[in-house]
């Protein structure tokens, strides 16, 4: 009979890569291209990373070290498939051996993509699903500008597949790179807006890594220290714009998040907000904040256990509480924390209506973030989600 503080004992397996976190951080890149046989590099960013300080430094301690490198800029907020294959030609054609990712995670995902098809040499939707990539894909350097996605550290990455308007997932430690330089620094450019929407994603990871049912005593440690730094420096992270202390705690919570998800997976709520942002092409941090609290309604009977956790790690006093009333307001908190975070649309106003639903529903199914949920979905309990958060 198992004991109140008995601990886990069956096999558990935790992947990360090398990393390495703090102010400057980014200017390790170099050494670390050195050291892993550069010859010649892309890097992969996007235009909007060009223009900034930290794009313009990593081409002069690149320049200054006579690294030979190239760049690929043309990678959207949602990559795109055909975005991995103009990527790999041009990877190829050019004769690379490294990539450097300079950028949020759809940079990173990108980047990911990259490095599959030119090892694999097959197109990029050959790889979705899990544990499809046989071989290793080139070394990979990351330097995240957002405290979100923690592509740098997963072993996901996400493509558009852009004929079919959906989200593809693909799974393999073969995606895990071999150094993160996360610098909370280069928080410094980004706008109220990105680092809501990223700072929700992180949150809804970590959520949805401590109720995963491959969660494991490494996950919840990361994934509740997650939630307890995000719960108390989100909001000021937006409207404190300058203030590294804050700006490092959202950094390191994003860590602790990706390390969590990456290892226990995710949920509902990615496998809705996947089809829902390939579909429309919508932000995925804001897809998560709009459905996270409807699929905590959805799981709540299911993780009641793991829900309270979540909620005394926000602040919430659960003593005596029932669960309907815990359920409430942790619902309730994430709500307020998202009207504090300015982020108020529904899925209505996104442009989702009716008729679209049930092709949104079809596609989530096929998710691969459904397998660890902690209550096991049929198309119509995520269609009826999505219809609750019109």
């Not at 200017?27 to 794009?55: E, F, N, R, S």
């Not at 049912?213 to 989100?234: D, G, K, V, W």
């Not at 907000?273 to 905590?296: F, K």
């Amino acid at each position: 009979m198992p004991q109140a503080n008995d601990i886990e004992l069956e096999p558990r397996k935790f992947v990360a890569p090398e990393y390495i976190f703090g102010l400057n951080a980014r200017h390790l890149a170099t050494g670390y291209c050195k050291k892993l046989g550069a010859k010649k590099v892309m890097i992969v960013t996007d235009i909007g990373l060009q223009k900034t300080p930290w794009y313009i430094e990593l081409k002069k301690s690149l320049n200054d070290k006579q690294i030979n490198h190239i760049v690929f800029s043309n990678v959207s907020p949602n990559p795109r498939d055909e975005e991995v294959m103009l990527g790999t030609d041009m990877y190829q054609k050019e004769n690379c051996n490294m990539l450097l990712a300079l950028g949020g995670g759809s940079v990173i995902d990108c980047a990911k993509g990259i490095g599959i098809v030119a090892t694999n040499k097959n197109p990029i939707n050959k790889f979705e699903g899990i544990d499809k990539i046989k071989a290793p894909i080139p070394p990979l350097i990351c330097i995240p500008t957002t405290a979100g996605a923690s592509a740098d550290v997963s072993q996901f990455a996400i493509i558009n597949n852009n004929a079919n308007r959906y989200k593809m997932a693909i799974i393999s430690k073969a995606l895990v790179p071999d150094v993160a330089l996360i610098d909370p620094e280069v928080l410094l450019t980004m706008g109220q807006i990105l680092t809501a929407n990223t700072g929700m994603d992180a949150l809804c990871h970590a959520f949805e890594a401590f109720v995963s049912n491959a969660a494991s005593a490494f996950t919840n440690l990361f994934a509740l220290e997650a939630i307890s730094l995000l719960s108390e420096n989100l909001v000021n992270s937006v409207y404190n714009s300058n203030d590294m202390q804050i700006k490092g705690k959202t950094m390191l919570a994003s860590l602790y998040a990706g390390l969590a998800f990456s290892n226990a997976s995710l949920g509902c709520t990615h496998s809705l907000a996947h089809s829902l942002g390939g579909y429309l092409d919508l932000p995925h941090g804001e897809c998560n904040a709009i459905l996270l609290p409807h699929v905590i309604s959805y799981n709540f009977p299911f993780a009641a256990d793991k829900y309270k956790i979540i909620a005394s790690k926000m602040g919430i006093n659960c003593n005596k509480k029932s669960s309907l009333t815990i359920k409430k307001l942790l619902v309730n908190r994430l709500i307020t924390m998202k009207k504090d975070l300015n982020i108020t649309n529904t899925l209505k106003d996104k442009g989702v209506n009716y008729d679209i639903i049930d092709t949104l529903s079809k596609k989530a199914i096929l998710d691969p973030c459904n397998a660890t949920n902690p209550r096991t979905p049929s198309e119509d309990d995520l269609k009826t989600i999505y219809l609750e958060a019109l």
